[in-house]
């Protein structure tokens, strides 16, 4: 039998009734975190700011860390989910188009609650190996590759695995560095986003749009199709 790291919970929910409870713990780590940070997310605390007994949560959760880590599971699998749903959602659209859609929910989703993101980030890097992690990480790059894949054909760099983490690490010390600066306008930070992104694939933004991609020598591929309107 494999041995219980100090990162996993005890037990998994079931019931409705365990189910609020343990998305009451959650949600109650990460109000204390980005209201109060680390530091003052201990399980006294967060049992009382859930509305629990300290007794009732670690029925669930052996410690502080194994509630962070689920915490951070969570906000993983959900980005995870997301993407590949814009990515299904916008399939037949143009390269610009979609990663304008990606950039958009990556702002919209660090922009919410930027301090807690922050500390999440953290937190990961702080964990060991996590199959669940790796597997949301997996899925997410999964993801972009397969809209690389699509846009293959206007690409100057090749769609490939190195390529997509390349473009979510762009995106994501873009978006976070303008979260740390205290910008809040999202919708100025997406349009930099998106053109450090076309500019990293070698297209251009009008390119991108349907236009046909600028290749290296600066000769532009013929779009197959009817122009768009």
Do not use: C
């Amino acid at each position: 039998m494999p041995r219980r790291r100090a990162s996993d919970p005890r037990k998994t929910p079931l019931q409705a009734r365990s189910r609020d409870t343990y998305d009451a713990v959650l949600e109650a780590t990460a109000r204390i975190l980005e209201t109060k940070g680390l530091e003052a997310a201990n399980t006294n605390a967060i049992a009382e700011r859930a509305g629990l007994s300290v007794g009732s949560l670690y029925q669930y959760f052996p410690g502080k860390t194994a509630i962070f880590a689920e915490l951070i599971r969570r906000n993983d699998a959900a980005t995870a989910e997301g993407l590949a749903a814009l990515v299904a959602a916008t399939a037949g659209q143009d390269l610009a188009s979609r990663l304008r859609a990606l950039v958009q929910a990556a702002v919209a989703r660090q922009f919410a609650r930027p301090r807690l993101a922050r500390i999440l980030d953290y937190l990961e890097a702080t964990l060991g190996a996590d199959e669940a992690l790796d597997a949301a990480d997996e899925r997410i790059v999964g993801s972009v590759e397969a809209l690389l894949h699509a846009h293959a054909g206007e690409l100057a760099r090749p769609p490939t695995t190195v390529v997509a983490r390349d473009m979510l690490w762009i995106a994501k010390g873009m978006i976070d560095g303008a979260s740390l600066a205290g910008e809040s306008d999202g919708a100025a930070v997406e349009p930099r986003v998106v053109r450090a992104l076309l500019g990293y694939l070698g297209v251009e933004e009008d390119a991108g749009r349907g236009g046909g991609a600028i290749r290296p020598g600066g000769r532009r591929r013929a779009r197959t199709g009817p122009p768009r309107p």
